[in-house]
């Protein structure tokens, strides 16, 4: 409005500047007259001549100026309607509901097969609401499909008092509202290119044969060539119906590269070559399987081998038997059904105990720290690490902020023990003081920042050391200068006795300290009927050798009645989902420590015939604790981290916050009814 004031009020005077000259001429001639009678009278013929021809043409030709410029300005205006009307972007205006009020050539071209019907936009464009009419001048973007092309539309609105004349034909200026402008921009092709572009894209993999010394030493040397021949066809299979190439880069390890518009594929079989492999017989007596590890959508092609290579180790540290495929920031897991096989060999034991040596012989102080609400395991294995220590003569402290049921028997045993320092066992906050450049911190038994006893040690302390027996998640303490991760160990204690045998010669275990170590074995185990093997008795042999009593332990682990009876009352609860899976609750009231009770629970759950898997839920200090157990048909590890937790394949759990215990059951049977549609329960 300001503008057309201004340009009204220019004209005004250029159709005036002649009067205002014929003043001019006046004080000319009344200055010439002072001078000049006769020359005044000659001067004051010709101005009275000039004002009449100014105020003649002023008030005789202005009408017909105005009408012209009227005209230029309606013919203006028709030429800027046509050029709306003909523009190619299609384009239209809607009330605030939606309603359309017009549209040009291009939009109605759109909806001409079935116009009639398409009289507001949310009809024609359903992802289009009423709320987003209401822009408020901001420009608001969405993405929608018309038949069989895409669009995207930008709207924006518009006051109706800065309509021009050809709007405000249209009955909307009396309304005092506004309007919204639509546009639509076909992205039909670009996004046809786009994904083209995307389908191109170099996905790098990699293929890691889990157990290849273990099924070649099953078979008879002559027909072990066979055995490796027949995998190798079976990959190289597999990736040329992708039209990818494989590349064998050692006896057990394959390098593989494919487009990425056949990833959709691989994963909707959810990666067939896993099962398919393990049909690869020819008399031997254990089954081949694989880990893939997969990257993509990285900003390089070396970047994509990183994803693929960081994939391929948490698919190992999961356990094998299964694919991990890391797109980006996301990663997607696939498989890990079977149980992974022990390793026969200590190589791998024997070098990292090495590499923790020279690591601590740098250091002046170990800090020794496991899982919140640590159980005995957890603790066994930190009183494993504290004897390295103190044998190499190092300070160290174990960190336990919350004390449970289950580890106060055992932990009793060293606090007030003269021959154990005061400050063996510390808080967190206490151990975050004594954190210096001399400081190392030991991770026992949980390999989950979120999780830890004290996660502010991890970003204080620079050197960090990972021990642990459960399968890795997307969570890692990802600045671990050693990390030591064992899927097929029964427990962490198993692995730390097996490290205190390489570490150094001659350190001697007291009773109390291989105590801790061999029940944590025996819990983790359930008395060695869960995840033993050979190196698992061999890890118990070597701390009954170094003073285990085995009836101390025993009684150490006793339970008190009240926590007898809640258990009992859990599983007397019980309720059977689909025939196979045993899910209850355990009452946390008058209990010391309700989440403990409910993993027992669990585990006796697992004893009824017909169970695939047991989960009790506790609810402790507004956190709803889910306790998982199988023996070999589920993985409860996947089961859990589709709730946000994990842990091992047959040993798992997690922790849900604002929810109450109904709606945390609801969410655990939709999880079910998922694996078993995706095939994921034996």
């Not at 340009?7 to 000049?36: C, D, E, H, M, N």
């Not at 024997?350 to 395991?377: P, Q, S, Y």
Request: net charge negative; with cysteine.
């Amino acid at each position: 409005m300001r503008d057309k004031g201004r340009t009204r009020g220019i004209f005004k005077v250029y159709l005036q500047w002649p009067l205002f000259l014929s003043v001019l001429l006046i004080v000319l001639t009344a200055v010439v007259a002072a001078v000049s009678i006769k020359a005044g009278i000659i001067v004051s013929v010709f101005t009275i001549v000039y004002i009449g021809i100014a105020l003649w043409l002023y008030f005789s030709r202005k009408r017909g100026i105005l009408a012209g410029l009227i005209a230029f300005s309606s013919a203006y205006d028709q030429s800027r309607q046509n050029l709306l009307e003909e523009m190619l972007m299609p384009y239209a205006v809607t009330d605030g509901s939606g309603h359309l009020l017009w549209m040009n050539r291009e939009f109605t071209a759109i909806l001409e097969e079935d116009k009639n019907s398409y009289k507001n936009i949310t009809a024609v464009f359903p992802e289009i609401t009423k709320e987003m009419l209401a822009t408020g001048g901001e420009v608001v973007s969405i993405h929608s499909c018309l038949g069989d092309r895409k669009f995207r539309i930008d709207l924006k609105q518009v006051m109706v008092d800065s309509l021009d004349a050809a709007v405000a034909a249209g009955g909307l200026e009396g309304q005092g509202s506004s309007v919204t402008a639509v546009y639509l921009l076909d992205e039909t092709q670009t996004l046809k290119y786009m994904q083209q572009i995307n389908d191109q894209k170099l996905v790098a993999g990699l293929i890691y044969l889990d157990n290849y010394d273990e099924a070649l030493e099953s078979v008879e040397e002559v027909r072990r060539s066979l055995l490796t021949a027949l995998i190798d066809r079976k990959i190289s299979k597999y990736i040329s119906g992708m039209n990818g190439i494989v590349k064998k880069i050692e006896k057990d390890k394959y390098f593989f590269a494919i487009k990425q518009q056949y990833m959709a594929r691989i994963q909707e079989e959810r990666f067939s070559i896993l099962e398919d492999v393990k049909t690869v017989n020819i008399g031997n007596d254990m089954a081949v399987t694989l880990s893939i590890g997969i990257g993509m959508n990285g900003d390089s092609y070396s970047q994509n081998y990183e994803y693929a290579r960081t994939s391929i180790d948490m698919a190992l540290g999961r356990g094998g038997d299964q694919a991990v495929v890391k797109d980006s920031d996301k990663i997607q897991y696939y498989g890990g059904k079977a149980q992974q096989m022990e390793k026969t060999t200590r190589v791998k034991a024997r070098v990292k105990a090495h590499a923790l040596r020279e690591l601590m012989e740098n250091k002046d102080r170990l800090l020794i720290m496991g899982h919140r609400l640590a159980d005995i395991d957890s603790f066994g294995a930190a009183v494993g690490i504290y004897r390295i220590a103190m044998s190499m003569n190092k300070k160290a402290n174990i960190v336990v902020n919350e004390v449970t049921s289950s580890v106060r028997p055992m932990m009793e045993r060293f606090t007030g023990n003269a021959e154990y320092p005061e400050d063996m066992l510390l808080t967190g906050p206490k151990a975050a003081e004594l954190v210096d450049q001399g400081t190392m911190l030991v991770i026992v038994d949980v390999n989950r920042p979120s999780i830890t006893d004290e996660p502010a040690l991890l970003e204080m302390v620079k050197t960090v050391v990972v021990l642990d027996h459960h399968r890795t998640s997307s969570e890692i303490i990802d600045n671990a200068v050693l990390s030591y991760v064992e899927p097929y160990a029964s427990s962490t204690c198993e692995m730390v006795a097996e490290v205190l045998q390489y570490i150094a010669d001659g350190i001697k275990i007291k009773s109390a300290e291989a105590d801790a170590m061999y029940a944590g074995i025996v819990i983790d185990t359930q008395n060695f009927t869960n995840q033993t093997g050979v190196r698992t008795f061999e890890a118990a042999a070597f701390l009954r050798r170094s003073g285990a009593d085995i009836t101390r332990v025993r009684k150490l682990f006793r339970e008190n009645m009240k926590d007898y009876q809640a258990k009992a009352d859990a599983v007397r609860k019980a309720e059977v989902f689909m025939d196979a899976f045993a899910i209850s609750e355990c009452s946390a009231e008058g209990l010391e420590s309700p989440t403990i009770i409910g993993a027992q629970a669990a585990n006796e759950l697992l004893e009824i015939r017909g169970m695939k898997a047991s989960v009790v839920l506790t609810d402790y200090n507004g956190t709803i604790y889910f306790s998982a157990r199988s023996i070999d048909e589920v993985n409860v590890q996947v089961m859990m981290e589709k709730l946000g937790g994990g842990g091992h394949r047959t040993i798992a759990g997690a922790q849900m916050q604002g929810v109450t215990v109904e709606e945390a059951k609801e969410r655990l049977k939709d999880v079910i009814r998922q694996m078993m549609e995706e095939g994921e329960v034996s």
